[in-house]
Structure formats: C-alpha cells, structure tokens
C-alpha cells in the first residue's frame, strides 16, 4: 500500500541521516551502499525502487565527490522531470563544503540549471539541507546578491522565499549582524520591496535559532558544572 511504500522511505531516509554513512554494521548503511552500487554499475545498473530512491541518492551525495558527479550525471541524462527533481534534491545533501559551492554555480548557469529552477534549489535545497550548505549558501549569498538579483529577477515569490530561507537558517549572532549589515543599510538597496516580509520572518527564525541555543547551552554547562 502507499502507506507501507512511504514509511519504507521514510525509515530509510531517517536511518541514514542519523548514522555514519561508512559504518556498513547498520542494516540501512549496507542496503544503501548495496542499492547505490547496483545503480552504478557499468553493465546493466539497476535503478534503486521508488520507495528507496530518494534516501540512497541522498546518502550517495553525502560520500565522496565521485558520487556526488555520478548522481550530476544521471541528472543531465535523464528527461523525466520528476526523476530530475529527485536528483536535484538528493544532491544538496552533500556535506562537502567545495562541493556545496560548485553546486550553487550551476544553479546560476542556465546551461547546467533551468533558471526557473535555480533559485528554488538554492533556497529551498541547498540552503536548508545541513550545517555545512546553509553556511556555504549564507556566504554566497552575501557575496552575490546583486548578482542574483540581476540573474533570476527580483519578482515573483521565489526571491522571497530564497532570502528568508537562508536567514532562517542563521544560528549565530555573528552571521545576523553580517546580514543585517548588508540589509538594513539603505544605502545598499538590497532590502527591496518584494523581499522586505519574508526577510523579517527570516531575521525572527534566526532571532529564535540563536535564543534557544544559548538557553540550551546554559542548561548544558550547568548540568556539567552542577
């Protein structure tokens, strides 16, 4: 049932991202290991199940950078866009910080990235899969953001949605006042109109990230030191 199929995934999925992709005494660790290097064989590869597909691309994109370009090139040889979608998702899972960037360069070149998909991976994949990419997206978005602006277009829901949800990712005091400084100066021009709400949503989420790890870190250090 569809019921059975998606708790299958689900299970999987959550069995891999909470254990070392290398240690193969977990069952979920060796069956995705098994199923990725039965999809890439040279010779009649078979393609993982549905139920499983999206949870063994994603622990392929978190192992080396070879894996990470195998799953680049079944992106660019494959024309189904739903199977397309699975491996744009799968392979922001990286934790490779050079990787995180390349990744986000093909998002801004349309020959890699449909531009109408580019700005969606980057906020909606990218900047929210782990520590590591939501600081690499932090970063260049700090770096690029006129650049993005004069890309992708500063219309539409999509840009909104990119700025908040690379804020809301922040988790230190240090990163929100580097973003506040690039927008809450007007001379910059980068808070406009259409991005202004869900920036402010963005600042209030890291606002939260920041409050609830210092309460915990307090509650941590007086359990240690009584």
Request: proline residues 2%; aromatic residues 10%; glycine residues 4%.
């Amino acid at each position: 049932s569809y019921v059975v199929k998606l708790t299958k995934s689900l299970t999987m999925g959550i069995c891999l991202t909470y254990n070392d992709n290398s240690d193969e005494s977990v069952n979920c660790v060796a069956e995705a290991k098994r199923l990725w290097l039965e999809a890439t064989k040279e010779e009649d590869p078979v393609i993982p199940s549905p139920d499983f597909k999206s949870a063994v691309y994603s622990y392929a994109a978190r192992g080396d950078s070879a894996n990470w370009e195998k799953l680049w090139e079944m992106y660019t040889n494959i024309n189904t866009p739903a199977e397309k979608e699975i491996l744009l998702v799968a392979l922001a899972q990286t934790e490779d910080k050079s990787i995180a960037q390349q990744y986000i360069g093909y998002c801004m070149d349309e020959s890699k990235v449909k531009k109408s998909r580019g700005l969606a991976v980057m906020g909606r994949y990218i900047a929210t899969s782990n520590k590591i990419t939501a600081e690499v997206s932090l970063n260049y978005m700090l770096d690029n953001l006129q650049k993005i602006y004069d890309y992708f277009g500063t219309d539409g829901l999509e840009m909104p949605h990119y700025i908040r949800s690379v804020v809301s990712q922040i988790t230190s005091q240090d990163d929100l006042d580097r973003v506040k400084g690039k927008f809450d100066d007007e001379n910059t021009g980068y808070l406009i109109e259409n991005v202004k709400a869900d920036y402010l949503i963005g600042v209030d989420f890291a606002n939260a990230n920041i409050q609830w790890l210092d309460i915990n870190k307090k509650t941590l250090e007086l359990a240690v030191n009584g």
